[in-house]
């Protein structure tokens, strides 16, 4: 899926499914399924190393995770977060953000809210880096907005979500996330918008969903009530590391040489694996 492609989802049809991706390994499995697009979001701060919000997201921290995904997913769009206040430090700091995520793979960036950097948004953009906005809930305020609440429940502040997407929109960015808002407003954005608006607890009448991968795989805690769990990983993975651990401790793991030539076999399968030099050691 490229940029030009996204325009495509604002007709009748199929709607853009977009997925968080932090590390090489999911990131391999995100490639191979049938979802449109990757995020490399800025939740990597808690879901990857246990912070209790993403503010303690770096644009080096970004790099470094969007690096590891550039070189799982090569036939998708990589978007990549622009991280707290690395919009509200002067261009110079934001222009050197877009860089670090522009040279570890991404193919677009991702901006939350609008006010007070609307001229950094309209740069990035004139710089032929893609800009994604992101209205709504925006995690990087959470201080500000007192928690993770809904928005734009009511009118004034309903108005200005619709006023700042139109905005958006007028500055070039191609697409728009919306999060944790009523599912009518986002519906009524989404009508008014010609670029696609891809939802996350904003209903069903956006363009497209976006889930973080680990919330959808039942690996990361209680998620949100808007997620659903497509699977139960957390139990799967405990259930297999317990299977190993009882198979350890009761000599059913490894089991016992056999033949010779079985066992030649084994040892040619482990030199020519990538661990085999570990495993060897």
């Known amino acids: 899926m490229k940029i030009t492609d996204f325009y495509n989802y604002k007709k009748p049809g199929p709607k853009i499914s977009m997925v968080t991706a932090y590390d090489y390994t999911l990131a391999s499995i995100a490639a191979e399924s049938a979802a449109d697009c990757v995020l490399v979001g800025d939740s990597l701060a808690m879901v990857m190393h246990g912070h209790p919000d993403t503010l303690a997201a770096t644009p080096e921290l970004m790099a470094l995770h969007t690096a590891a995904v550039a070189r799982a997913v090569k036939n998708k769009l990589i978007v990549g977060d622009m991280p707290f206040l690395s919009v509200r430090k002067g261009l110079r700091h934001a222009m050197d953000t877009v860089e670090l995520l522009a040279r570890a793979g991404a193919g677009a960036v991702k901006i939350e809210g609008l006010d007070g950097h609307a001229d950094i948004i309209a740069h990035i953009v004139q ?44 500055l070039g960015c191609f697409a728009l996330v919306l999060e944790c808002v009523p599912a009518a407003l986002a ?62 401790k009761s000599c059913v793991f490894p089991q016992a040489k056999r033949k010779d030539h079985a066992n030649s076999e084994r040892t040619e399968a482990v030199e020519s694996a990538p661990y085999g030099a570990a495993l060897r050691g």
């Not at 989404?190 to 680990?214: C, E, S, W």
Request: no cysteine.
């Open 127 to 170: 710089s032929d880096m893609p800009v994604m906005g992101h209205l709504g809930l925006t995690p990087q305020s959470v201080n500000r907005l007192g928690g993770y609440r809904t928005q734009g429940r009511d009118q004034a502040s309903a108005e200005k979500l619709v006023a700042q997407a139109q905005e958006l929109e007028r």
């Open 187 to 248: 519906g009524r954005v989404t009508n008014l918008l010609k670029i696609p608006v891809i939802g996350i607890g904003a209903g069903p009448h956006t363009d497209g969903q976006v889930l973080v991968m680990q919330d959808l795989l039942g690996l990361y805690g209680e998620p949100p009530s808007f997620v659903k769990k497509y699977l139960d990983g957390r139990a799967l993975l405990t259930e297999a590391l317990n299977n190993f651990n009882n198979e350890v």
